[in-house]
Nanobody, 120 residues
């Protein structure tokens, strides 16, 4: 019923930039925190950045100073601006959101994932 739709992944050279976007759609009452995770081959999924409904942000140490997370509450969307990309940023990036659904239950929802590849 609730879906997170992602866009913006692709192939870039080291030092380049990319912007990921994610929008929640469907029937739900409200959204609390939203965030971005990533999973590289052979590694566990890890938090990249998240943001509360009030705009408070949190970043993984590996991306601080390079990535910026933002949200638009009116559009139910969250973006991730990625600058100074490194080969080690290569991964599948997943959007997530804590959403109060029409059954009045809080759930964490995930996007389908978008591939980011950084070449050296």
């Amino acid at each position: 019923q609730v879906q997170l739709v992602e866009s913006g992944g692709g192939l870039v050279q080291a030092g380049g930039s990319l912007r990921l976007s994610c929008t929640a759609s469907g029937r739900f009452f409200s959204i609390n925190a939203m965030g971005w995770y990533r999973q590289a081959p052979g590694k566990q999924r890890e938090l990249v950045a998240d943001i509360t409904s009030g705009g408070r942000t949190n970043y993984a140490d590996s991306v601080k100073g390079r990535f910026t997370i933002s949200r638009d509450n009116a559009k139910n969307s969250v973006d991730l601006q990625m600058n100074s990309l490194k080969p080690e940023d290569t991964a599948v990036y997943y959007c997530n959101a804590d959403i109060l659904n029409i059954a009045t239950i809080w759930n964490t929802y995930w996007g389908q994932g978008t591939q980011v590849t950084v070449s050296s």
